[in-house]
């Protein structure tokens, strides 16, 4: 049979995508089998009965010692609590954006004035400063909104400057494989990631080679008194990580990882790269807003122990629940499938 490739996705992913003779069946597949969590609340009132933990209770794993909770990341007895007197060598962060996704054909995420978004980021920062270890990463993915003069992100760089513990070491921006278009802008294609240092933390560059291939020759310099130029020097044919991502995918549903009802999601892989330079094997890393528990499944699959949590009840049960699935399947998602099974099939 011959398979029909119009998009970038399908030429990326020609083994999962949809070929011209696709069924109405295979086609009811590739649609998500749980709505957007976050702004459905008649959805979110389902999920809710089966979720194990409330507000307070913290949820310990056996195996690792990993620590997922229903907590308040600017409560600064809820961040001791389930950090238990441990330090964290790196806090990677996905806090809400204060960004109204959506338009009049939509339900749009909730946005709080400036000053009170402000006020937020300040109490969850210092209590993450408060939990880390004297040597530590801190990382943080930002958004903004172009009509509010591109806020919050240029306010949440200069609150920033209120904790001289915290060294800005780069700003790195991420390619969304899929952006949103207009016809009177250019397509939007980019998150940010702000990256702070405090002390001297370890950073494994020797783990952060991409899959690209050196291709550009220049660059011409001595070594050791011989002329070589960048292809021919180092340790990998491909090269390193810059502070620009353009080979981390973000299709979700045409991936395994893909978790249904989370759309703010973070690839797999970029979280991956961020645990693999900024924390060794055993060490704790932090999470304060889990959403979908990428955190959780990138430290287990690199031998990280985690602590994170969630305001909502909902996403500490999808954490939880997609650690168990990965160890039972070997699955780090479940691409179209319902994370809450007990809900039957979809209407």
């Known amino acids: 049979m011959v398979k029909k490739f119009e998009t970038e996705e399908q030429l990326q992913f020609g083994n999962e995508t949809a070929d011209c003779a696709e069924t109405p069946e295979e ?28 507000p307070g209770e913290i949820w310990e794993d056996s195996v690792r010692g990993h620590r997922v909770g229903v907590l308040d990341a600017t409560d ?41 978004y402000v006020s937020f980021s300040r109490k969850w920062v210092q209590n993450c400063c408060d939990c880390m270890d004297r040597d530590a990463s801190f990382y943080v993915w930002i958004g903004f ?22 060294l800005p070491r780069n700003i790195i921006t991420m390619r969304n ?22 002390g001297n933390p370890v950073f494994n560059i020797d783990a952060e080679y991409t899959d690209i291939p050196k291709i550009l020759k220049g660059y011409y310099k001595d070594v050791n008194g ?7 020097r180092g340790r990998s044919q491909c090269i390193r990580a810059g502070n620009v991502w353009v080979d981390v995918q973000q299709v979700f549903y045409l991936m395994e990882e893909n978790v249904p009802g989370c759309y703010a999601q973070k690839p797999l892989k970029s979280i991956e790269r961020i645990i693999r330079a900024g924390s060794s094997e055993g060490d704790v890393v932090t999470d304060f807003f889990a959403h979908s528990g990428t955190t959780l499944i990138a430290g287990e699959r690199l031998g990280r122990k985690v602590f ?18 990965f160890r039972k399947t070997g699955e ?16």
């Open 177 to 198: 494989q899929r952006g949103y278009g207009t016809q009177k802008n250019w397509m939007w294609v980019r998150q940010e990631l702000l990256y702070y240092t405090k």
């Open 27 to 54: 086609t009811s597949l590739r649609r998500e089998q749980l709505k957007r969590l976050d702004v459905d609340g008649e959805e979110r009132r389902k999920v809710l009965q089966y979720c194990r933990l409330g």
């Open 308 to 325: 994170l949590f969630d305001i909502d009840p909902v996403f500490a049960e999808i954490t939880i629940r997609r650690l168990e699935h």
């Open 76 to 116: 600064g007895n809820d961040v001791r609590k389930i950090m238990g007197g441990d330090t964290a060598k790196l806090a990677l962060h996905d806090p809400p954006y204060n960004v109204a996704v959506g338009n009049a054909a939509t339900v749009s995420l909730f946005k709080v004035s400036l000053e009170e």
């Open 226 to 232: 011989i002329r070589t130029e960048n292809t021919e």
């Open 145 to 166: 909104d172009y009509k509010d003069n591109f806020q919050p992100l240029p306010d949440f760089i200069i609150l920033m400057r209120e904790f001289p513990g915290l």
């Open 332 to 347: 780090t998602g479940w691409q179209w499938r319902n994370p809450f099974p007990e809900m039957g099939p979809p209407e």
